[in-house]
């Protein structure tokens, strides 16, 4: 190992596994959606981005997978790493390459083809044998069982929790190392939504895939996730391991809808508006 390469594998070591350094992004030129955003993830957590419809969850996904220039949206400060490495100007093929992989919301599926033409398309990248294809195959449906019983079914009509399993499985294909999840839980069932999220633990304790996932679901995300930020109108309000941050009782009353003495106004929790990181 040569000087170099030794200097570079322990700056690999010593920095965060995916680091977002106080990113802003605008869209159409105008609209300033993320406002200095920074966060971490730790290699083979599963941190919970949360937030209510607006807050800017999906945006910062897509400015770290690169899929912001289809909207019109532009990454226009800070800078994201992943392993050590900059990555906020390479392209999305270029990611999923690396082994970064967003699962988009809204369980985006290629309605035609079947289930298991699905989950194919999720090994385009990458030049493997038919055999080892399909052992990927096989571990998918391993973790996702009802998709074996639904492989010859065209995915448009399949139910919305089998869409959302087609599309991690899809991810999941593409043998990622981080999958960036947005909104798995939006309008499925709760138990199909428990039954997502234990899958995803599953993949994480597993096969070491680390998550960043995107959740209006506050109370199911912080139950499986090891830590969370909180997003209002484009900042990082709050952060914390998920324990903390389930028992908080500021995070109960707002994000929650649960109150220890009562509902309060939002003027009455004081304490809230000091603990933001940032300055009105």
């Given at each position: 190992?040569?000087?170099?390469?030794a200097t570079e594998?322990a700056?690999q070591a010593?920095?965060?596994?995916?680091?977002i350094?106080?990113?802003e992004v605008?869209y159409?030129?105008?609209?300033?959606v993320l406002?200095?955003?920074?966060?971490?993830?730790?290699?083979?957590?599963?941190?919970?981005l949360?937030?209510a419809?607006?807050?800017?969850?999906?945006?910062?996904?897509?400015?770290i997978?690169?899929?912001?220039?289809?909207?019109?949206?532009?990454v226009?400060?800070?800078s994201i790493?992943?392993?050590g490495a900059?990555i906020?100007?390479?392209?999305?093929?270029e990611l999923?390459r690396?082994?970064v992989?967003?699962?988009?919301?809204?369980?985006h599926?290629?309605?035609?083809l079947?289930?298991?033409?699905?989950l194919?398309?999720?090994?385009y990248t990458?030049?493997?044998?038919r055999?080892?294809?399909?052992?990927?195959?096989e571990?998918?449906?391993?973790y996702?069982?009802r998709l074996?019983?639904?492989?010859s079914?065209?995915?448009?009509?399949?139910?919305?929790?089998?869409q959302?399993?087609?599309?991690?499985?899809?991810?999941?294909?593409?043998?990622?190392?981080m999958?960036?999840?947005?909104?798995?839980?939006m309008g499925?069932?709760?138990q199909?939504?428990e039954?997502?999220?234990?899958i995803v633990?599953d993949?994480?304790?597993?096969?070491?895939?680390s998550f960043l996932?995107?959740?209006?679901?506050?109370?199911?995300?912080?139950?499986?996730?090891?830590?969370?930020?909180?997003?209002?109108?484009?900042?990082i309000?709050?952060?914390?391991?998920?324990?903390?941050?389930?028992a908080?009782?500021d995070?109960?009353?707002?994000?929650?809808g649960?109150?220890g003495?009562?509902?309060?106004?939002?003027?009455?929790?004081?304490h809230y508006?000091?603990?933001k990181?940032?300055l009105?």
């Amino acid at each position: 190992m040569t000087m170099n390469t030794a200097t570079e594998a322990a700056a690999q070591a010593a920095a965060p596994y995916l680091s977002i350094n106080n990113v802003e992004v605008i869209y159409n030129h105008v609209i300033l959606v993320l406002k200095g955003v920074s966060l971490q993830v730790e290699q083979g957590s599963i941190v919970a981005l949360l937030g209510a419809n607006g807050a800017g969850k999906s945006t910062t996904l897509k400015s770290i997978s690169n899929l912001l220039h289809a909207e019109r949206g532009d990454v226009t400060k800070g800078s994201i790493e992943f392993k050590g490495a900059r990555i906020d100007q390479m392209t999305p093929n270029e990611l999923v390459r690396r082994g970064v992989i967003q699962v988009m919301e809204g369980r985006h599926c290629f309605g035609h083809l079947s289930i298991e033409e699905n989950l194919l398309t999720g090994a385009y990248t990458r030049k493997i044998s038919r055999g080892e294809l399909n052992a990927n195959l096989e571990k998918v449906y391993h973790y996702f069982p009802r998709l074996k019983t639904r492989r010859s079914s065209q995915a448009g009509y399949t139910s919305g929790g089998e869409q959302q399993m087609c599309a991690i499985g899809r991810a999941l294909m593409a043998k990622p190392e981080m999958i960036l999840l947005d909104e798995p839980s939006m309008g499925l069932a709760p138990q199909i939504v428990e039954e997502i999220f234990e899958i995803v633990k599953d993949l994480n304790t597993k096969e070491k895939v680390s998550f960043l996932l995107a959740e209006q679901n506050t109370m199911v995300a912080l139950r499986y996730a090891d830590f969370g930020y909180i997003m209002e109108n484009g900042r990082i309000v709050m952060e914390g391991e998920a324990k903390e941050l389930a028992a908080n009782e500021d995070v109960k009353e707002f994000y929650l809808g649960l109150a220890g003495e009562g509902r309060k106004s939002f003027r009455e929790v004081k304490h809230y508006r000091r603990r933001k990181r940032w300055l009105s």
